[in-house]
């Protein structure tokens, strides 16, 4: 038997589904109806039902349909006129309330109090989005970008991309399609549930999400200009070695409190910041990331350096301008040459290096290496630059 899928049928459905089960539990049909029985009369029975419960929009969206296709209507157009209204106050209302709200997909939205830190969902794509959020926030930050890299487990929710720049999610057998920003939205909606409010959540020490929110932007943001403007200064050589030497090491502090030079997420960090625009902050991430290979790789555990040297982009002796300035000698693998550096410099040291920035010569295992040396953070003597052959 073929299904009636006229006008009038779809939207007797609709109401009948509202009678027996009441506002919420038709909001599909109602949804169906109006995309497809726009104007439709009918639909008008069902439009304070609607508002009542919070679904404004769709609401709104009935009346206006039905309004543009009969002007003639006055009590109908003065009924859509009350509502906007009533909408606008209860918008403002809730602007001042601390109430943030966001459409997910048609009547669908999520709504925050800021106030309470609680987090909300209306309809099922609004609830496929919290869930995947929640779980996000429940997880420990590895954990959490595991997931978010789609390599979930069986029995989690889903996330994985989508055409527009948009992410697809699943969760309990249902879907959504949302943009990265409402996600993003989202997430940190529920980490402030779970974690109560915070400014940065990815850049921070330990990070408490990975992904980065509206708070790691400010914070990338507020310090991408002085970083950009040191690295002019240097190449231009207009700085003394002292005043070099102090800036470096309070941006380099600065930048560790953000927690970018130090794992975990280093990789998702330096993503990050190139979408935030900020070149600089991510030359510095990408540099310690590759120190942080370098450190926990077995040629260095192989190497004498290994108990001499500190593992660490910013308490060790390899700058973190080595990565960018130590290029491997034609075949010669990247590591092993930076091993050699990195002894050769430890065994310069313990002879006797001068306090000033210098270089020197070193050749062992198959090497010929210049290095660069000079003082950071005021006392800290460290390698930034090497060239070398075999």
Same mark, same amino acid.
């Given at each position: 038997?073929?299904?009636?899928?006229?006008h009038?049928?779809?939207?007797? +459905? $609709?109401?009948?589904?509202?009678?027996?089960?009441?506002i919420?539990?038709?909001?599909?049909?109602?949804?169906?109806?109006?995309?497809? #029985?726009?104007?439709?009369?009918?639909?008008?029975?069902?439009?304070?039902?609607?508002?009542?419960?919070?679904e404004?929009?769709?609401?709104?969206?009935?009346?206006?349909?039905?309004?543009?296709?009969?002007?003639?209507?006055?009590?109908?157009q003065?009924?859509?006129?009350?509502?906007?209204?009533?909408?606008?106050?209860?918008a403002?209302?809730?602007?001042?309330?601390?109430?943030?709200? +966001?459409?997910? &997909?048609?009547?669908?939205?999520?709504?925050?109090?800021?106030?309470?830190?609680?987090?909300?969902?209306?309809?099922?794509?609004?609830?496929?989005?919290?869930?995947?959020?929640?779980?996000?926030?429940?997880?420990?930050?590895?954990?959490? &970008?595991?997931?978010?890299?789609?390599?979930?487990?069986?029995?989690?929710?889903?996330?994985?991309?989508?055409?527009?720049?948009? @992410?697809?999610?699943?969760?309990?057998?249902?879907?959504?399609?949302?943009?990265?920003?409402?996600?993003r939205?989202? @997430?940190?909606?529920?980490? /402030?549930e779970?974690?109560?409010?915070?400014?940065? =959540?990815?850049? #921070?020490?330990?990070?408490?999400?990975?992904? /980065?929110?509206?708070?790691? +932007?400010?914070?990338?943001?507020?310090?991408?200009?002085?970083?950009?403007?040191?690295?002019?200064?240097? $190449?231009?050589?207009?700085?003394?070695?002292?005043?070099?030497? &102090?800036?470096?090491?309070?941006? @380099?502090?600065?930048?560790? *409190?953000?927690?970018?030079?130090s794992?975990?997420?280093?990789?998702?960090?330096? #993503?990050?910041? @190139?979408?935030?625009?900020?070149?600089?902050?991510?030359?510095?991430?990408?540099a310690?990331?590759?120190?942080?290979?370098y450190?926990?790789?077995?040629?260095?555990?192989?190497?004498?350096?290994?108990?001499?040297?500190? %593992?660490?982009? *910013? +308490?060790?002796?390899?700058?973190?301008?080595?990565?960018?300035?130590?290029p491997?000698? $034609?075949?010669?693998?990247?590591?092993?040459? =930076?091993? !050699?550096?990195?002894?050769? !410099?430890?065994? %310069?040291?313990?002879?006797?290096?001068?306090? *000033?920035?210098?270089?020197?010569? #070193?050749?062992?295992?198959? !090497?010929?290496?210049?290095?660069?040396?000079?003082?950071?953070?005021?006392?800290?003597?460290?390698?930034? $630059?090497?060239?070398?052959?075999?």
């Open positions: 038997m073929t299904r009636d899928i006229s009038d049928a779809l939207v007797r +459905r $609709a109401v009948a589904k509202f009678e027996a089960d009441g919420k539990a038709a909001i599909g049909d109602i949804a169906v109806a109006k995309v497809l #029985a726009p104007e439709h009369p009918g639909l008008l029975v069902l439009v304070d039902p609607l508002f009542d419960v919070g404004r929009e769709l609401a709104l969206e009935i009346l206006g349909d039905y309004c543009g296709q009969h002007p003639e209507d006055e009590l109908v003065m009924r859509y006129d009350d509502l906007r209204d009533a909408d606008a106050q209860r403002a209302a809730e602007h001042d309330a601390g109430l943030d709200v +966001r459409t997910v &997909a048609g009547a669908s939205s999520l709504s925050r109090d800021r106030e309470r830190n609680a987090m909300d969902a209306n309809g099922s794509e609004a609830e496929v989005v919290l869930e995947c959020a929640r779980h996000i926030a429940r997880l420990q930050p590895e954990e959490a &970008a595991r997931w978010w890299r789609g390599e979930g487990r069986s029995g989690e929710p889903v996330v994985m991309a989508a055409p527009d720049g948009h @992410i697809a999610l699943q969760a309990a057998g249902k879907s959504a399609n949302v943009s990265l920003e409402l996600l939205w989202a @997430i940190e909606g529920a980490y /402030a779970h974690l109560g409010d915070f400014a940065r =959540w990815m850049f #921070a020490t330990p990070p408490k999400a990975c992904i /980065a929110g509206e708070g790691d +932007r400010d914070a990338a943001a507020s310090l991408e200009p002085s970083l950009a403007k040191f690295a002019e200064d240097v $190449a231009a050589k207009t700085l003394p070695p002292a005043t070099e030497s &102090a800036r470096r090491g309070s941006l @380099i502090a600065q930048i560790e *409190t953000f927690g970018l030079l794992e975990p997420l280093l990789a998702e960090k330096y #993503a990050a910041l @190139i979408g935030f625009g900020c070149p600089a902050l991510a030359r510095c991430t990408e310690a990331r590759q120190l942080a290979d450190f926990a790789g077995p040629i260095r555990a192989q190497m004498p350096v290994a108990h001499l040297g500190l %593992a660490s982009p *910013t +308490r060790g002796v390899l700058s973190l301008d080595f990565p960018n300035a130590a491997a000698p $034609a075949g010669s693998e990247l590591h092993r040459w =930076w091993a !050699f550096c990195e002894m050769q !410099f430890v065994i %310069a040291q313990r002879d006797g290096l001068p306090d *000033t920035p210098g270089v020197f010569f #070193a050749s062992a295992g198959g !090497f010929r290496g210049k290095l660069y040396f000079r003082i950071e953070d005021g006392k800290r003597q460290v390698l930034h $630059a090497a060239t070398g052959s075999r």
